[in-house]
C-alpha cells in the first residue's frame, strides 16, 4: 500500500506541475491579464465537467469489480464504453460553445481579456481529449502496478512545462500552452494504451483505438459539418447563436445515438429518455 501510494504521488504531482505550472509561466511572461483569460476558460471548463464527473464516479468502481473478479472481458467492455460516452457526454456540451465561444464570452462578459476565446475553445477540446483516458487510468490502476506505468505517463506530463518555457521564450503567444498540453496529452494518451498489456497481456490497444478513438473520431467530423457550415455563413447574432446550439445538439445526439453507438446500446439509451418521458408526463 505504501509503495502504491508513493508513485500515485508520483502521477498526482506530475499533473499537478502540468497545470499549474503553466501558470506560473503564463504569469511571468503575459502578466496577470492573460492568467485571468486562463481563468475563465477553467470556470467554463469546470461548469462543463462537472455533468460527466458523477458518471466517472459510478463506472470506475465497476471497472476495478470486474478486473478484481478475473472478468477481463467484461472490464475491457466497461472501459470502452466508458471512455466513448465520458467522451460523448462532453461533447454534446463543449461542441455548441466551442462554436459559438466568441458570441457567448461577450454575452457573459461585459469586457472579454484577449485570448479568452482562444483559451475556451482549446480547453473544452483538451477535457474531451482527457475524458477519453480516464477508464485506462483505473484499469491500470486495478493491477496494482504502476510504477513503470506512472514513471513513463508520469514523465510525459512533465514535458509540458518545459515545453512550454521554450515555446513562450521563442515568442509564441499564451495560446500556445494550451496547445502543447493537447499534444504532451495525445502521448499521454497513446503511452496508457501500451503500457496496459505490460501488466495485462490480454488487453489489445487496437481494439481500444477502433472501439474508442476511431468511433468518436467519425461522430466528431460526422456532428460538427453542419453547425460549423452554419456558424460561417450566418451573421453572430442572439436567434442565429440559439439556433446554432439547438441544431449543435440535436445533430451530436443523432450521431451519437445512430453511428457512436451499437444496437444494445442505443436500444437501452432510447428506452430509458421512454422512461423519463413518462415519468415527466405521467402517462
Given at each position: 500500500m505504501l509503495g502504491y501510494s508513493v508513485w500515485q504521488f508520483v502521477g498526482s504531482t506530475s499533473w499537478i506541475l502540468k497545470n499549474q505550472g503553466v501558470n506560473i509561466l503564463l504569469n511571468l511572461y503575459f502578466?496577470?491579464?492573460?492568467?485571468a483569460a486562463r481563468g475563465i476558460s477553467n470556470q467554463v471548463h469546470n461548469a462543463i465537467h462537472h455533468f460527466a464527473g458523477n458518471f466517472m464516479m459510478a463506472l470506475n468502481p465497476?471497472?476495478?469489480q470486474?478486473?478484481?473478479?478475473?472478468?477481463?472481458k467484461d472490464s475491457f467492455s466497461l472501459v470502452n464504453r466508458g471512455a466513448r460516452f465520458s467522451y460523448y457526454i462532453l461533447f454534446i456540451?463543449?461542441?455548441p460553445?466551442?462554436?459559438n465561444a466568441n458570441y457567448i464570452m461577450h454575452l457573459w462578459l461585459t469586457k472579454v481579456p484577449d485570448?479568452?476565446?482562444a483559451f475556451v475553445q482549446l480547453i473544452l477540446i483538451e477535457m474531451m481529449l482527457t475524458s477519453i483516458s480516464r477508464t485506462l487510468i483505473t484499469l491500470q490502476n486495478a493491477t496494482g502496478k504502476i510504477r513503470n506505468y506512472q514513471l513513463i505517463v508520469g514523465g510525459i506530463l512533465l514535458l509540458n512545462l518545459p515545453l512550454c518555457y521554450v515555446m513562450l521564450e521563442l515568442g509564441f503567444s499564451p495560446v500556445i500552452v494550451v496547445l502543447v498540453s493537447l499534444f504532451v496529452e495525445s502521448l499521454a494518451i497513446i503511452a496508457r494504451m501500451y503500457m496496459i498489456p505490460f501488466t495485462i497481456p490480454e488487453f489489445k490497444p487496437w481494439n481500444y483505438i477502433r472501439s474508442v478513438l476511431l468511433n468518436i473520431l467519425l461522430v466528431t467530423v460526422l456532428a460538427s459539418v453542419l453547425p460549423v457550415a452554419l456558424h460561417i455563413v450566418t451573421e453572430e447574432n442572439f436567434v442565429n447563436v440559439s439556433f446554432n446550439i439547438v441544431v449543435s445538439i440535436c445533430i451530436s445526439s443523432l450521431c451519437i445515438l445512430y453511428v457512436g453507438c451499437s444496437r444494445h446500446e442505443r436500444t437501452v439509451i432510447l428506452g430509458t429518455v421512454a422512461k423519463v418521458k413518462t415519468r415527466i408526463l405521467g402517462k
Open positions: 502578466g496577470p491579464v492573460v492568467n465497476q471497472i476495478t470486474s478486473y478484481s473478479a478475473g472478468n477481463l456540451l463543449s461542441l460553445v466551442i462554436i485570448y479568452s476565446v
